[in-house]
């Protein structure tokens, strides 16, 4: 069974351009998340998906950052226009379960890497 | 919200016990503790996870004390290929909450 799929892997962009991350989460799974690395530190959430609703994006920059979940299953992290503070690696998972109180098992990606010069 | 706290680096040799612990001090009732592991340039990995008391499974033991302010990763025999960043997870207020991670060095 396939895993967790993005694209791109690398992405080196200058600073003020668009830049937009996808991701397929593992059939069947309703729930994913959208999370941010930076170097030397632990991923931060920044959104998270019931199915079509983001139903937490409180940590989601929403004057550059925008995501979709159109359908329930693919979704895409857009960024506009990117900062230099914005390099770090996007990486997307999904769960079966979710919601406020059980986490759950979350399978990762492998994450999209992001220079912004 | 409040923060996990694990030491930031652990050195160990290879067939020792390798025992890391996470500190989360305003857990919520409902809420469940996953550790993950995770290699350079790849998303992490589910190792185990627990409400109370002691999970075990294949690769590694989670114990839990009553009061589940802090969670012990134990990993039995390490070997080179355990040489990664270890991460505690809580839900905390339902919002997921990743410690700093430790970054575990297993020598031979």
């Known amino acids: 069974e396939a895993g967790v799929v993005q694209s791109p892997r690398y992405k080196i962009i200058e600073k003020k351009q668009p830049v937009a991350f996808w991701c397929n989460p593992i059939?069947?799974?309703?729930?994913l998340y959208w999370y941010l690395q930076n170097l030397g530190q632990g991923p931060e959430l920044l959104i998270r998906?019931?199915?079509?609703?983001?139903?937490?994006d409180s940590q989601l920059p929403k004057d550059r950052f925008s995501a979709e979940r159109l359908k329930g299953v693919d979704s895409t992290l857009k960024i506009q226009p990117a900062e230099l503070g914005d390099s770090a690696v996007y990486l997307c998972?999904?769960?079966?379960?979710?919601?406020?109180?059980?986490?759950?098992?979350?399978?990762f990606g492998e994450g999209s890497r992001l220079t912004v010069l | 919200l409040a923060k996990t706290t694990q030491p930031i680096s652990m050195d160990s040799y290879e067939g020792q016990e390798v025992n890391i612990t996470c500190s989360h001090n305003n857990i919520a009732t409902n809420d469940y503790i996953t550790w993950y592991q995770q290699f350079p340039s790849q998303g992490p990995r589910f190792i185990i996870q627990?409400?109370?008391t002691k999970v075990t499974n294949e690769v590694a033991s989670l114990f839990i004390p009553a009061d589940r302010k802090s969670s012990t990763l134990s990993l039995p025999r390490v070997s080179l290929s355990d040489t990664a960043v270890y991460y505690c997870?809580?839900?905390?207020?339902?919002?997921?909450?990743f410690g700093q991670g430790t970054e575990l060095s297993v020598k031979p």
């Open positions: 627990g409400y109370k």
């Open positions: 998906y019931e199915n079509e609703e983001a139903v937490d």
């Open positions: 997870l809580v839900g905390v207020r339902g919002k997921l909450i």
């Open positions: 059939s069947g799974h309703n729930t």
């Open positions: 998972a999904s769960s079966l379960g979710g919601g406020a109180a059980n986490t759950g098992e979350l399978f």
